[in-house]
């Protein structure tokens, strides 16, 4: 495909990424963060702006080189709380807003990071997370004895905070008063989860629904409690949940709490919406979760229906959900096209009106707006230019694994696709492993199939079991058989391909990220069909990974027992242990500063595959994380996986 054709690599990486929009409540307008798909300097940028629902004017309400985020609403809509690295880039503190002409105010002045900042309903308080700093202790005895540390010991915890306002905001605005913050969470716990600070007022403002853990190793946090906490700081707790990964949700009359956990299946059957009394008792699951995951759950004013967010098999859609008798109906219709909804809903006061991300395969994540039980639309066109280019149509397919049971997937064609012409194809496996593939607008660093379409190949992407989207029992499906039935999954889907003739043998490639670039290094360690390989901050042995991550407990329930106890299992499923069945080109890209799959992941199956005389490349990108964040390595990545596949793709 000629240049001509495709998207520019600083077109992909410098996308601009919409995130977190909240509705006034009286619904008259939308702030939201526009931020960008990478960084170009040192930190990330971003900034707020809002939207007027009626007919979709924009203004811009916060500029500069820092990043501004999470807009909170004052209960009277005239205000605006946010976190901010204004005053020190890097660590944030909570700042408020007028829509007038003003300059923000500085709320929050602690040494750690200020984050998530929630308006009490009353309008008195503004609540935020901070987590903890180096105390004066810790510089002393680093000056006097040097900078090591003891593993778990003294970990940062974060905890909400309180800054209790003046009675006249405009005072504070003015200078003439400034508020002081106080801690309210115990000093041995910890607000948050493995996605963040995770925590929601209680309606009548006198304390909180929190997700709390011992400490912030992952460990903790992927098994945490829900909890209420009162403002004296007095916590009780509800239970103790697998899966605790989107924020606890006061019911607007105070009797219950909505959270999103695992469902009794196993520990990795996530996305099971749940109500427990605040009064105490049992959780009770509602029904819809045998359907899909759910990503949010979201009170209605009635305090009788649930809004959730549902992933169904290749897209999502939000229901309104009863949870007397778990009856649920469409809660709001968007778009033509089946896609997904790319974040948590918000809603008025009165819950007519709802704002949310939403994105499908030819069209980018935007801000829609609409009536409950009516239509929704998109109010933004943020990246017009993805309109420039023509990009591949997306089918949803499925076939019978080897067990005859039916796996879904997306498959996206090349740009000029005609039938009976065959096309090369790249298989792309997704994260987690309990991720999945819906319809997205999939263009990014990490995310191949639009550019590959304009390139000229066919893009599958397959949702074996193990995958979200199609209930618990489903997630729990590779439960002990990691990389078993779920590699033939794979496999059956691309022969699938090639018997209705959209591919052929000689021209297949593979490709995915963590959880995928596991995959990848499985999969040509148990065929060689494939004539190249890009492998992405991936899992190559089981056993040293154990040993060096930071999500070891996530794990167990992979390999039937904890993995620290099971080491021979732990290699069977270790691609390092077949090295010498590979034949398969490989490109290797992984993060320097990655703790979730540390980078010697990489080198252990470079080196293995070097020395078998297999031709293999790795390339480390300094300072990054799990996820690649600077511009110049995003685009570098890019290239390189573009490049690797087309060299060893004959015509």
């Not at 495909?1 to 977190?20: G, K, R, W, Y």
């Not at 905070?161 to 003046?166: I, K, Y």
């Not at 732990?570 to 500063?593: C, K, N, Q, W």
């Not at 490349?617 to 996820?627: D, W």
Request: charged share 20%; proline share 7%; net charge negative.
């Amino acid at each position: 495909m000629p240049n001509d054709m495709c998207f520019s690599l600083d077109q992909i990486v410098s996308a601009c990424v919409p995130e977190t929009p909240v509705i006034s409540p009286d619904g008259r307008f939308i702030a939201y963060v526009r931020g960008e798909a990478s960084k170009s300097g040192a930190h990330p940028v971003g900034d707020i702006w809002l939207i007027e629902t009626k007919d979709g004017a924009e203004t811009r309400l916060t500029s500069g080189d820092f990043r501004d985020e999470t807009p909170s609403w004052s209960p009277c809509g005239r205000y605006l709380a946010f976190a901010s690295d204004r005053a020190e880039r890097g660590t944030p503190q909570i700042y408020l807003t007028p829509f007038q002409d003003a300059a923000p105010v500085q709320l929050t002045f602690q040494d750690g990071p200020a984050t998530a900042p929630r308006w009490s309903p009353d309008g008195g308080m503004i609540a935020c997370l901070i987590s903890e700093a180096e105390t004066e202790n810790d510089r002393r005895r680093k000056q006097d004895e040097g900078d090591q540390w003891v593993v778990d010991e003294d970990p940062r915890r974060s905890h909400i905070w309180v800054v209790d306002l003046p009675p006249e905001l405009d005072d504070l605005l003015a200078g003439k008063v400034t508020p002081a913050a106080r801690r309210v969470t115990p000093l041995e716990t910890h607000v948050g989860t493995m996605l963040g600070a995770l925590y929601d007022w209680a309606p009548d403002s006198s304390g909180f629904a929190a997700h709390i853990a011992d400490s912030p190793k992952v460990d903790h946090l992927w098994c945490a409690d829900v909890a209420t906490v009162t403002l004296q700081g007095d916590v009780n707790r509800l239970g103790t949940f697998w899966g605790l990964f989107t924020p606890p949700v006061y019911s607007p009359d105070g009797s219950a709490i909505a959270f999103i956990g695992a469902g009794d299946v196993a520990p990795m059957a996530i996305g099971v919406p749940y109500v427990v009394s605040v009064a105490g008792g049992d959780a009770r699951p509602l029904p819809l979760s045998d359907r899909g995951s759910a990503n949010s759950v979201t009170w209605m004013p009635d305090s009788r229906t649930l809004l959730v967010s549902l992933v169904e098999s290749l897209q999502s859609s939000l229901y309104a959900v009863s949870v007397d008798d778990g009856i649920d109906r469409p809660a709001v219709s968007a778009g033509d096209m089946p896609g997904t909804i790319a974040s948590h809903p918000s809603l008025s006061a009165d819950g007519r009106i709802i704002t949310f991300l939403r994105t499908d395969s030819t069209s980018p994540v935007d801000v829609w707006v609409g009536d409950i039980d009516g239509e929704a639309t998109s109010v933004t066109d943020l990246n017009p230019w993805t309109r420039e280019r023509p990009v591949g149509a997306a089918r949803d397919i499925s076939w019978e694994s080897s067990d005859g049971k039916t796996i879904h997937g997306l498959l996206y064609l090349p740009v000029g696709y005609e039938d009976g012409q065959t096309y090369p194809l790249l298989t792309h496996i997704h994260g987690g492993p309990m991720g999945a593939w819906t319809h997205r607008f999939y263009c990014s660093w990490h995310d191949w199939a639009l550019p590959m379409t304009q390139r000229g190949y066919a893009v599958f992407m397959p949702n074996p079991r193990g995958s979200s989207g199609r209930g618990p029992d489903y997630l729990a499906a590779n439960n002990a058989d990691l990389g078993g039935l779920e590699w033939t999954d794979i496999e059956t889907g691309i022969d699938h391909l090639i018997d209705v003739g959209i591919t052929d043998p000689d021209r297949l490639v593979i490709g995915g990220w963590s959880y995928g670039g596991y995959f990848t290094n499985w999969a040509i360690t148990q065929s060689d069909r494939f004539k190249a390989a890009v492998s992405g901050a991936a899992i190559t042995n089981w056993v040293s990974f154990n040993g060096t991550t930071d999500v070891r407990r996530i794990f167990d329930a992979y390999f039937a027992e904890p993995v620290s106890q099971n080491a021979d299992a732990l290699m069977e499923r270790s691609p390092v242990r077949y090295f010498d069945r590979i034949t398969t080109p490989t490109l290797y890209v992984h993060g320097d500063a990655d703790i979730r799959v540390p980078i010697s992941q990489s080198y252990e199956m470079y080196y293995g595959v070097k020395d078998r005389g297999v031709e293999t490349e790795m390339v480390v990108y300094p300072r990054e994380p799990h996820m690649i964040t600077e511009r110049n390595h995003q685009r570098d990545m890019l290239l390189r996986v573009f490049d690797w596949f087309e060299a060893h793709l004959e015509g």
